[in-house]
């Protein structure tokens, strides 16, 4: 089958055209690609945002951390879909991703000079704006290299190492982010010019088939906006898979999203630049021994929903720990088993998503739709969960995670295109 066979007739369920320069050297490439990017998600709204904030105005932190962080999320779940969207119909002869992953990290680069600089409330929620949405032209088509690339045999594999590059990226940003806690302006340069390198040599090692000879169907804004909803009577397996990515997910922002504020109010750590790298590196070898063993595993036995099951049952114990023993020890065994259950789910899931995407046509669009079940949250989580804490206190916060995780691994065992 060619690329233009495979994009007009082909669905998530079939194997795509062998890569240009094989499947190998993607697996090799897709760790630091996504290492680059999430360096940014980890670092950024975990540390260097919310510190920022609390520089500006001590007394407001946690409402001006909601705003700017539910306005940021909200964006970001928009411009994913719209990237997906523009990058399914770019003819270009470096193929329909390649273009936008380059762009979107330059100007997302631009847009983290841009916040370094930010001194005002309105200024800040700007520059992260426009940082959410610039990236997140990036990351859209450089989600949909693995149904574009990689056959079904090997999806787990490749999605196992796309996590270890997101997880690694996420908590080493929680880890190198602590480093800039006094220097936040030189911290939002290095990310910016680290992302930007990272995606650029990706580009380079590992080039698209043209997409010149692609013929687009005319668009209308009207089906765009409709691809928002998820049909569970036409589509009952995306309906499922994206429900409990949803659930899981906002439980877990909602807890993970204030760990700054938890350490320093709820568990009273005095410092906790100094021990954020710590309980960064314990979740990470937690989430690389549960990612390297569970997706390859998947692949080899077939089955991708015991996993994603198991994942967030895992994920619901952690938080029943600081919950009713708030100490610093149980923060960090709950990062740990945290750490384990995310691995475990971020290597599986992704590949069990990629078999429910309807056509070829629109992979990017329907990944960046169906990432709208990870941003979501993040959209959601911070107004919900500062309204909690403001009202009830930080404690509340792990109840309510654990019955959004358990819930989301109830949503898994209705998909019928996988096992």
Not at 154 to 171: D, E, K, P, Q
Request: proline share 6%.
């Amino acid at each position: 089958m060619t690329e233009t066979t495979f994009i007009a007739v082909a669905d998530g369920s079939d194997d795509p055209p062998a890569p240009i320069k094989g499947v190998g050297r993607l697996l090799g490439w897709i760790i630091p690609a996504n290492f680059g990017i999430f360096l940014i998600w980890g670092s950024v709204p975990g540390i260097l945002l919310p510190q920022q904030l609390t520089v500006m105005n001590a007394s407001d932190k946690v409402a001006n951390f909601t705003i700017v962080a539910t306005i940021g999320a909200f964006a970001a779940m928009i411009a994913q879909p719209a990237a997906g969207q523009i990058s399914d119909r770019t003819r270009s002869r470096f193929g329909r991703r390649a273009p936008w992953i380059v762009l979107g990290a330059l100007a997302g680069g631009l847009s983290l000079v841009g916040l370094a600089f930010a001194n005002t409330l309105v200024g800040v929620a700007i520059a992260w704006t426009l940082v959410q949405i610039t990236y997140n032209f990036a990351q859209g088509p450089l989600s949909a290299v693995l149904p574009d690339r990689v056959p079904l045999a090997r999806r787990g594999t490749f999605a196992a190492l796309s996590g270890i590059g997101l997880m690694v990226g996420a908590l080493g940003g929680q880890i190198i982010g602590s480093l800039f806690f006094n220097s936040i302006a030189a911290g939002y340069v290095v990310f910016a010019v680290f992302a930007l390198a990272m995606l650029v040599l990706f580009v380079v090692f590992n080039p698209d088939y043209s997409s010149t000879n692609m013929r687009n169907e005319s668009f209308s804004f009207g089906d765009f906006l409709r691809t928002f909803w998820v049909n569970p009577v036409k589509h009952p397996d995306f309906f499922w898979a994206f429900s409990g990515r949803l659930l899981l997910y906002t439980g877990y922002f909602g807890v993970t999203g204030y760990q700054l504020f938890i350490l320093t109010d709820y568990l009273h750590v005095a410092k906790p630049q100094d021990v954020i790298p710590l309980l960064g590196i314990i979740s990470i070898v937690g989430t690389i021994v549960a990612t390297v063993v569970s997706g390859p595993l998947s692949d080899k036995i077939g089955r991708r929903k015991p996993f994603v099951f198991g994942s967030s049952i895992v994920m619901a114990a952690a938080l029943v720990l600081p919950w009713v023993w708030p100490t610093f020890t149980s923060w960090m065994i709950m990062t740990l088993v945290m750490g384990l259950g995310f691995g475990m789910f971020q290597a599986v899931d992704t590949a069990l998503m990629s078999q429910v995407l309807p056509s070829a046509k629109s992979f990017a669009k329907d990944l960046g739709v169906v990432n709208i079940a990870a941003t979501l949250p993040q959209t959601l989580a911070p107004g919900i969960a500062g309204a909690i804490v403001l009202g009830f206190g930080y404690g509340a916060l792990f109840p309510i995670g654990i019955v959004l995780s358990i819930l989301g691994a109830f949503c898994v065992w209705f998909i019928k295109a996988s096992k």
